[in-house]
């Protein structure tokens, strides 16, 4: 499975953003998928997930703000991310799963730079 992610960038405080994550290969077996960001010198730490069946996670210091869609026919999962803060800069990664959660199985995407900043 690959994992192609797009949508990063540039945007001040108070604006937003929409990230893309499509997969490709074997995606029959994808069940999970989530949005996971990694700050420099900071752990990483998952953003939002969604299950095939449309179940899905928020982080705490999202909510509200994030939400994640999902296209089972694109194999594509999506990140609306409004009132983005500085806070919220950081390289975000996508990954996909065949269990209904995160394991050790999961597939990475290769990251997109998230900076928010005026």
């Known amino acids: 499975v690959q994992l192609q992610a797009s949508g990063g960038g540039l945007v001040q405080p108070g604006g937003s953003l929409r990230l893309s994550c499509t997969a490709s290969?074997?995606?029959?077996?994808?069940?999970?998928m989530g949005w996971f960001r990694q700050a420099p010198g900071k752990q990483r730490d998952m953003v939002a997930s969604?299950?095939?069946?449309?179940?899905?996670y928020y982080a705490d210091f999202v909510k509200g703000r994030f939400t994640i869609s999902r296209d089972n026919a694109k194999v594509t999962v999506y990140l609306q991310m409004n009132s983005l803060r500085p806070g919220d800069t950081a390289v975000y990664y996508c990954?996909?799963?065949?269990?209904?959660?995160?394991?050790?199985?999961?597939?990475w995407g290769q990251g997109t730079l998230v900076t928010v900043s005026s």
């Open positions: 990954a996909a799963d065949p269990r209904t959660y995160y394991s050790s199985r999961a597939y």
């Open positions: 290969g074997m995606i029959s077996s994808i069940n999970f």
């Open positions: 969604i299950t095939s069946d449309g179940s899905t």
